[in-house]
């Protein structure tokens, strides 16, 4: 169709995405094999089945269940490599993806497996594609500061591979001012802020992840539309928010793909981009995102522009990399 050729050659940057969440079913299932765990599901369509969330913990449950078939460096290689392969197929010629360290380090996992899988895919990626990356490390919410806190240090020898930290899992009851101090911390380090706010949680966690975390990028941030001053104010920055539309849809944040807030966003003057947020789960990358969004609201050859051009004007890319796309 000319409406998909056209966001297919458009250059693009993603920069929501959990690697763990781009764990497909038939890499689960040869991971499975592979370091011998066993998996409650017989088939990949049994496991594609499961797939029917009515919010966001009942995604979260299997989400962590599911990563639990990555165990070795080349586990971890194994389902960075396919991502990038998948986001090249998309003309995506920049990444800048999460990873949930602690999912792994509560399992044995160590931290060094986890970074030096995800990195050596990252540079095979710059070789074979071109693509360019950051790496964003996200603090599970639902577990404790102090967790955080130690994570943190786990990171503190790799922090040449890591850009930034984030923060996602359970929302409602897990606000940013939770983790105010972790945070002040990162910042100190250098590292760029991001946070989940607004999927969920109300627009007071949105004003939260500004005036404590004191973000530079905000995940989703649908939420905020409840809160016009809010809506002033993070255009008024020229706030960037991740939007994922098909995650929007599949965990009922928004009821019908038609009723998306993009359009609005847009019309607001907010600074929103488009991501696939988990794709294996949510049922598409980046340009299916961009697609369904597209015809639901009849978006324009513009505004899909704009959303593409955003997605590079929010990229924690330096200035001169931001101009080579732009
Ligand atoms: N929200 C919160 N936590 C997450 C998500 C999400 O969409 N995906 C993976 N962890
Ligand atoms: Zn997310």
Same mark, same amino acid.
């Given at each position: 169709?000319?409406?998909?050729?056209f966001i297919a050659?458009?250059?693009?940057?993603?920069?929501?995405?959990?690697?763990?969440?781009?764990?497909?079913?038939?890499?689960?299932?040869?991971?499975?094999?592979?370091?011998?765990?066993? @998996?409650?599901?017989?088939?990949?369509?049994?496991?594609?089945?499961?797939?029917?969330?009515?919010?966001?913990?009942?995604?979260?449950?299997?989400?962590?269940?599911?990563?639990?078939?990555?165990?070795?460096?080349?586990?971890?290689?194994?389902?960075?490599?396919?991502?990038?392969?998948?986001?090249?197929?998309?003309?995506?010629?920049?990444?800048?993806?999460?990873?949930?360290?602690?999912?792994?380090?509560?399992?044995?996992?160590?931290?060094?497996?986890?970074?030096?899988?995800?990195?050596?895919?990252?540079?095979?990626?710059?070789?074979?594609?071109?693509?360019?990356?950051?790496?964003?490390?996200?603090?599970?919410?639902?577990? !404790?500061?102090?967790?955080?806190?130690?994570?943190?240090?786990?990171?503190?020898?790799?922090?040449?591979?890591?850009?930034?930290?984030?923060?996602?899992?359970?929302?409602?009851?897990?606000?940013? !001012?939770?983790?105010?101090?972790?945070?002040?911390?990162?910042?100190?380090?250098?590292?760029? @802020?991001?946070?989940?706010? #607004?999927?969920?949680?109300?627009?007071?966690?949105?004003?939260?992840?500004?005036?404590?975390?004191?973000?530079?990028?905000?995940d989703h941030g649908?939420?905020?539309?409840?809160?016009?001053?809010?809506?002033?104010?993070?255009?008024?920055?020229?706030?960037?928010?991740?939007?994922?539309?098909?995650?929007?849809?599949?965990?009922?944040?928004?009821?019908?793909?038609?009723?998306?807030?993009?359009?609005?966003?847009?019309?607001?003057?907010?600074?929103?981009?488009?991501?696939?947020?988990?794709?294996?789960?949510?049922? #598409?990358?980046?340009?299916?995102?961009?697609?369904?969004?597209?015809?639901?609201?009849?978006?324009?050859?513009?505004?899909?522009?704009?959303?593409?051009?955003? !997605?590079?004007?929010?990229?924690?890319? !330096?200035?001169?990399?931001?101009?080579?796309?732009?």
């Amino acid at each position: 169709e000319e409406r998909a050729a056209f966001i297919a050659g458009v250059p693009k940057a993603e920069l929501h995405l959990h690697i763990e969440g781009s764990l497909e079913p038939e890499l689960m299932f040869e991971l499975a094999q592979r370091n011998n765990v066993a @998996i409650p599901f017989a088939s990949v369509e049994e496991v594609r089945a499961a797939y029917a969330f009515s919010n966001l913990q009942d995604f979260l449950d299997i989400y962590y269940q599911g990563m639990g078939v990555l165990h070795t460096e080349q586990d971890f290689h194994d389902l960075t490599a396919a991502y990038c392969a998948r986001a090249d197929a998309d003309n995506v010629r920049h990444i800048e993806i999460f990873f949930d360290p602690q999912g792994h380090t509560s399992r044995g996992v160590a931290f060094a497996t986890v970074i030096a899988g995800i990195t050596r895919a990252l540079d095979d990626a710059r070789t074979t594609y071109g693509m360019t990356s950051k790496l964003i490390l996200c603090f599970l919410r639902h577990l !404790s500061e102090a967790d955080a806190e130690a994570t943190l240090d786990e990171a503190l020898p790799y922090l040449d591979r890591i850009a930034g930290v984030g923060l996602d899992s359970s929302e409602v009851g897990h606000p940013p !001012s939770k983790f105010e101090r972790v945070f002040a911390r990162a910042r100190g380090l250098g590292l760029k @802020i991001v946070a989940h706010a #607004g999927e969920e949680g109300p627009p007071a966690y949105v004003h939260e992840a500004l005036d404590l975390l004191k973000v530079d990028r905000i995940d989703h941030g649908n939420r905020s539309l409840e809160d016009p001053a809010l809506v002033r104010r993070l255009a008024g920055e020229g706030m960037t928010l991740t939007v994922c539309p098909l995650s929007n849809l599949k965990l009922c944040v928004v009821g019908d793909i038609a009723d998306h807030p993009l359009k609005t966003m847009l019309d607001a003057g907010l600074h929103a981009t488009v991501n696939s947020d988990d794709p294996s789960y949510f049922g #598409g990358y980046v340009n299916a995102n961009y697609l369904a969004v597209a015809d639901a609201l009849d978006l324009s050859r513009a505004d899909l522009v704009a959303l593409a051009r955003n !997605s590079f004007t929010g990229s924690f890319l !330096s200035d001169a990399e931001k101009a080579r796309h732009l």
